[in-house]
């Protein structure tokens, strides 16, 4: 099962996250109250191994701003959230980073339809924590595909038992305070994911 860890912002947090046994970590490069800019995700993401991925999200930036933010800041991903048209997806793929396709239950869920590598379905509102109906994607979605969205170490197996997918990532279930992230959830969380599958 593929964890990534999103959201961080302190380099404990990344090391806490690196330690604990993540296999991608992602700075958020957007509106959000877990904004770093493209220079801190930078510092960040040279804290990283190189067997780890490093994502930067996004959510409705044009491609043209996305290509800046990841140039500058080095990640060897790009996460988009929203209805971005496939256009969109190929633009980037001249960067050379791995594109994930974030996107809500109601979308096309098949994992490449957009040239993406990986598919992220996750709630409505991405990054607030809610859970969602994690079963009703169950089967639905083809290719490699990561559930998003209310996960927390006491429901990912849960989760995981529910839509089955290739992988998870968190945010919200990990934090001790709204963009706080909390070490010992981060390790509890890939404990949890560990033991699930
Ligand atoms: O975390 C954010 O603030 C955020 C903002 C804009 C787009 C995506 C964002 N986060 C993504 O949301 C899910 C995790 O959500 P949750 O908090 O665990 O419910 C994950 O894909 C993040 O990358």
């Known amino acids: 099962m593929y964890v ?4 961080l912002s302190e380099p404990a947090h990344v090391a806490a996250a690196v330690e604990a046994g993540a296999d ?4 958020v490069m957007t509106r959000s109250t877990r904004r770093v800019s493209p220079g801190r ?18 959510r409705g930036e044009d491609p043209e701003t996305v290509r800046a933010a990841a140039l500058a800041s080095g990640v060897r ?14 633009a980037l793929k001249d960067l050379g980073v791995t594109l994930l396709r974030a996107v809500d239950s109601t979308a096309d ?24 109906d994690w079963a009703a994607v169950r089967g ?20 995981i038992a529910a839509a089955g997918p290739w992988g998870v990532d968190v945010s919200s279930g990990v934090e ?4 706080v992230k909390d070490p010992a959830l981060i390790e509890a969380f890939l404990k949890a994911v560990r033991g699930a599958a």
């Open 176 to 179: 001790s305070a709204p963009g």
């Open 24 to 27: 991608a970590v992602g700075f």
């Open 109 to 132: 869920l098949r994992c490449g339809a957009y040239d993406e590598d990986l598919l992220l379905v996750d709630a409505p509102h991405a990054g607030s924590g809610q859970p969602w």
């Open 140 to 159: 639905r979605p083809s290719g490699r595909w990561l559930l998003a969205g209310g996960l927390a170490p006491g429901n990912v197996a849960e989760a």
């Open 41 to 58: 995700a930078a510092e960040l993401a040279a804290l990283v191994p190189a067997h780890v991925l490093t994502v930067g999200v996004f």
């Open 4 to 7: 990534k860890i999103c959201g």
């Open 77 to 90: 991903a790009v996460q988009l959230h929203g209805r971005h048209p496939h256009a969109d997806f190929v």
